[in-house]
């Protein structure tokens, strides 16, 4: 079959939209189509979406173009309305093989009234880890978040479906996991006897011979002391925690509807650092939420070396409509990007002096691709002396020659990277530096 007419799936954002988009790969069969499964966490995010559409409809002029995702699933007749698109496929449907079947214009559903995750787990794989969706929505309203419009209440996977598609990953000779999730934390409130994440990891690693785990992002306070526990004393559950802590003033939390203070932050870190010196934190910080202030702003520029922020993921705030947050007064957008540079740099200066920190020490790397680089435990980046087989895990003594340094710490920009289906998509999730990017699978 020619690559023009194979079936072809391109992802925007977080590592659970990438694992979905593999299992939407899987129910296309062979049909001549093109899928674009969107983002809409920022505005740039959707502008992305829609410059993703046109290149793809001047790439495949003859192919059926649908679009789905949280882009998608918030204004569906936005998008129908682009000559482009054919198909507009919201997220209540978009795992569902008869969704991909139909022939409708338009399938999307109310997602505040979807109760149960797909039947269709979805699991991304790359050449070096496994990602497997635990859980889907959010049952919080931050004031600045539209993606509960746009994946609907929170919901999980049955442990047992975990466990099987993490022992396949294993069987197919993978040495990491990463759970992911949009609320990842609030894994099981909606299961009976309502497991916990914890509980969740402990029967992964109870019941599989799983030598990585790796959680993506979490939410602070919803870190129970199961978790705690897990986190701080288990050597196969990765050192290497990225919280969710958007601002380090108190007075924008209160205003973004977060539910922890800067205070909790700082004491959590200290807690786990205390009880595990080598886990690395990692941190999602908005700059210039509406009415922030000088002062408020060097609250959250402090928060980094407070919190000991290495791998800082740093959006400038980005009003999303319909949201409360976008009613407010707002920071100028000048002087939101002025405040964004200087979380990164920040943050790049953090990152640096934690790098000089390993040097000399010896990391177990996970491979990945092309086989001369990879990531410690803890996430750092290194590159190797010489190839070794993508996946497999070398131990590797840090040296100042063999740390990469990364090119805009901190920097969620949505850059463009693509890979086809069967290459490596690159270690980034949600949290470290992650890049937004569009992978694509065919």
């Known amino acids: ?68 995702g949280c882009a998608a699933q918030i204004d569906p007749a936005g998008f129908a309305a682009m ?41 991304a794989t790359d050449q070096s880890r496994a990602f497997v969706e635990v859980q889907n929505g959010c049952d919080h309203r931050c004031t600045f978040c539209a993606i509960p419009f746009g994946r609907g209440p929170s919901r999980s996977a049955p442990a047992g479906a975990v466990i099987e598609a993490i022992e396949q990953a294993v069987a197919a000779g993978k040495n990491e996991v990463v759970l992911t999730g949009v609320d990842l934390t609030s894994y099981g409130a909606d299961l009976p006897g309502q497991p916990t994440l914890g509980s969740l990891v402990e029967r992964v690693l ?36 990225h919280l969710s802590l958007q601002a380090g003033d108190d007075i924008i939390l209160k205003r973004m509807k977060r539910r922890h203070a800067r205070a909790d932050a700082v004491r959590l870190v200290e807690r786990l650092k205390t009880a595990r010196p080598a886990i690395a934190i990692g941190a999602d910080l908005i700059a210039g939420f509406p009415t922030e202030d000088a002062a408020m702003a060097a609250n959250s520029l402090a928060l980094i070396d407070d919190c000991d922020i290495v791998h800082a993921h740093i959006f400038p705030y980005s009003p999303r409509a319909g949201t409360p947050a976008a009613r407010m007064p707002q920071v100028a957008p000048e002087l939101r990007r002025e405040r964004a540079a200087q979380l990164r740099a ?29 990531h410690t435990t803890n996430f750092a980046d290194l590159a190797l002396d010489r190839s070794h087989p993508i996946g497999s895990v070398v131990d ?44 694509t699978t065919a």
């Open 346 to 374: 920040a943050a790049a200066r953090r990152k640096a002096s934690w790098l000089t920190s390993l040097v000399g020490t010896t990391q177990h790397v996970l491979v990945e691709a092309p086989g001369d680089r990879g």
């Open 206 to 241: 109870a019941r599989t011979a799983l030598p990585r785990l790796r959680l993506s992002s979490i939410d602070a306070p919803e870190i129970d002391d199961r978790l705690f526990a897990l986190l701080t004393q288990e050597a196969r559950l990765m050192p290497h925690l």
């Open 396 to 439: 590797v003594t840090v040296t100042t020659t063999n740390i990469r340094h990364p090119r805009g710490s901190g920097d969620p920009a949505p850059a463009l990277s693509t890979s086809r289906h069967g290459e490596e998509m690159g270690p980034r999730f949600r949290g470290g530096d992650e890049e937004r990017k569009i992978a």
């Open 83 to 123: 000559p482009e698109v054919d198909r507009v496929i919201g997220n209540s449907d978009k795992l569902m093989p008869e969704a991909w079947r139909a022939l409708d214009a338009l399938i999307v559903r109310d997602m505040t009234r979807v109760t149960e995750i797909a039947p269709h787990l979805a699991v």
């Open 1 to 68: 079959m020619s690559s023009l007419s194979q079936p072809e799936v391109i992802s925007l954002g977080c590592r659970l939209n990438i694992a979905e988009s593999e299992t939407i790969r899987t129910l296309l069969g062979d049909r001549d189509v093109v899928v674009v499964n969107s983002c809409a966490v920022t505005n740039t995010a959707v502008k992305q979406t829609r410059a993703a559409i046109r290149r793809a409809r001047r790439a495949r002029p003859g192919a059926m173009l649908a679009v789905t």
